[in-house]
């Protein structure tokens, strides 16, 4: 009995932090937009896998950054073709993303919300 009460309470922390570990490294980067592009999911046991949206930019310090764009039922993001569609190459925006980049697992930061910098 107590073996079960221990995987329940390991299951609740698991679940509790899955659920903390993006709200804690949501964060927001500036940068142009140098090119986009969409990863076609492929057909794996007749299940077809998601596709993935990738835009690739340079913030203020010509650093690169690589995000996602997917849907996340996390953050209720259901609409990832959308701002898709309303990325533009060369184009400035204020990036709010979660998540960090590790390449060895092709994991990038996921993109939340995105707003068009006004130029001055």
Excluded: C
Excluded at 19 to 36: E, G, M, S
Excluded at 94 to 115: A, H, Q, T, W
């Amino acid at each position: 009995m107590k073996k079960y009460l221990y995987i329940s309470i390991g299951v609740i922390v698991f679940i509790f932090f899955i659920w903390l570990f993006p709200k804690v490294n949501r964060r927001t980067i500036t940068a142009t937009v140098n090119k986009t592009e969409r990863i076609r999911g492929s057909v794996q046991n007749g299940e077809q896998k998601l596709d993935k949206y990738l835009i690739y930019t340079l913030d203020k310090n010509d650093k690169p950054h690589t995000f996602e764009n997917t849907d996340t039922w996390i953050w209720f993001k259901f609409n990832s073709s959308d701002v898709y569609a309303k990325i533009q190459d060369g184009e400035t925006y204020d990036f709010s993303i979660v998540g960090f980049r590790i390449p060895f697992l092709s994991m990038y930061p996921n993109i939340i919300k995105v707003e068009k910098v006004q130029q001055q």
